[in-house]
């Protein structure tokens, strides 16, 4: 008896292990993410305030594509997450 429910006690510690490091690998890959758009929306800035009037109307879309591909990675990333930590 007693061997079982140490067993069952190893297994559930291994099991909440396995969710924490999924958890942080999962906020690792945001954090990344985000530090590798930050540089494009910066040199954007940037280049607005050095051009002219319709060459910013095109660069503000495409910082909106961005911006609106960075959301959809983010929120991908967290249905990810947490459908691996529902899933164990």
Same mark, same amino acid.
């Given at each position: ?5 140490? /067993? ?16 942080? *690998?999962?906020? &690792?890959? *945001? ?23 319709? /060459? ?11 911006? &609106?591909?960075?959301?959809? &990675?983010?929120?991908?990333?967290? &249905? ?7 899933? *164990?």
């Amino acid at each position: 008896m007693q061997q079982q429910q140490q /067993q069952q006690q190893q297994q559930q510690q291994q099991q909440q292990q396995q969710q924490q490091q999924q958890q942080q *690998r999962c906020l &690792l890959q *945001r954090l990344q993410l985000k530090q590798q758009l930050l540089p494009a929306q910066q040199q954007q800035q940037q280049q607005q305030q050095q051009q002219q009037q319709q /060459q910013q109307q095109q660069q503000q879309q495409h910082g909106e594509g961005l911006a &609106l591909m960075l959301r959809y &990675l983010q929120l991908s990333n967290t &249905l990810e997450c947490v459908f691996i930590a529902s899933s *164990r």
